[in-house]
């Protein structure tokens, strides 16, 4: 088909600055969670821009926004293409947003250019990607994949409110979220997703397509430390307990393991809560949370029983208990070889720099590589920033990106898997 890079990336980029418009105007950079009022109003303006992209659009189960464009061969295994639109709070225009507007453009091309696809066009604006309040992030993509289960509904936020509750606030049956008849969106070809890099190597590398290998597995902890009270002005330092000074420690041991780590290794301390807050009382039980993320598996559990044991070790010196809580996000997922290198022939055809690149953020890609072929497409994001206002990648850089996923989405409509 014919791609007119320079009106496309104008298109795209007009409609980022729509979709940013519908944010929090109280929180800072571009805040529009899941559930939330903008969020709402989001989703009617992504419904309308997919019905003037020619997509006849529905609502599944699950809350995910699916456009449809009619192949000529509508019995054959559909094509799907999409990410999401929500965000963290403080966030920035583009994560996720991108890869949604993207594959609508995309869509929006392959009508007018009169060639349709032999196989049907999924375009899909995933429901609530980004972490929440209720500990569970991609919760459209994993309902799909039949991944929610009942206990998942019953994960209740810092109000108390159950995910079920927010579930039925937003117009959506909770129990329909558990029906995998009610979310299938019938046999798939291949899911392929764009999204924004959210690191620096792209741009240090001076190359404009990145070619996702794998998507890190994410191990997530809480780890509880008890000590003793006793009145800080009156108990000797050394006589101590101090339950918060042995998470301080393990907050070193954290960081001590991810510059150990193998390329693509990271480990982060996120959060500490101090359960006996009051200021002269010597803390006897902090929670701190934390994760380690990888692409590579045996560093992931070692890593985890490494820093089990030197926690404890620590905690131990300074007269303090402490149990872990782990919970894995998503195991290592790794993008199909086939679908993988489809996107880097595409973007060698069309005379893209490219280069093979691991993902350390999860996506709606890791869910969906359970029920397709799965390959993701990166376009640089500027200084590797995300998850905060100043991200940013330039219109030009989605522009290309665009052009990747539309010929990729092409090759793969004929390409046996």
Known sequence: MQFELEETTQRVEEQVAELSRLRRDDRRGWTRQVFSDP???????????MRDAGLEVHRDAAGNLVGRLAGSRPSAPALMTGSHTDTVDGGGRFDGVVGVLAAVEVARSIRASGTPLSRDLLVVDFLGEEPNDFGLSCLG????????????????????????????????????????????????HAFVELHIEQ?????????????????????R????????????????????????VAAAEAVLAVRREGCGAPGHGVA??????????????????VDLRGELRSIDRSWLSGA???????VLAAARGYGVDVEFDWTTDNPVVDAHPRAHDVVAATADRLGYSWRPIPSGATHDAVHMAALAPMAMIFVPSR??????????????EIGRGVHVLGETLRALDTAPL
């Open 39 to 49: 969020y709402r109003e989001s989703r009617a303006w992504v419904a309308a821009r």
């Open 141 to 188: 993509s994993r309902s799909m994949a039949g991944e929610t289960t009942a206990a998942d509904l019953g994960r209740r936020d810092g109000a108390g409110r159950t995910l079920a509750a927010a579930y039925e606030d937003f117009g959506l049956d909770p129990s329909a979220v558990l029906q995998p008849s009610r979310l299938d969106p019938g046999p798939l």
């Open 304 to 310: 985890r029983r490494r820093l089990g044991d030197t």
């Open 268 to 285: 982060t301390a996120t959060h500490a809560d101090n359960l006996s807050p009051s200021p002269n009382v010597v803390p006897s039980a």
């Open 199 to 219: 690191g620096p190597a792209l741009e240090q590398g001076g190359e404009q397509i990145g070619v996702v290998t794998s998507v890190c597995g994410i191990e």
């Open 383 to 396: 200084d590797g920033r995300s998850h905060c206002p100043e991200e940013w990648t330039d219109p030009l």
């Open 221 to 244: 902890f809480v780890a509880h430390f008890a000590g003793r009270e006793d009145h800080a002005g009156t108990r000797p330092v050394a006589d101590r307990q101090d339950a918060l």
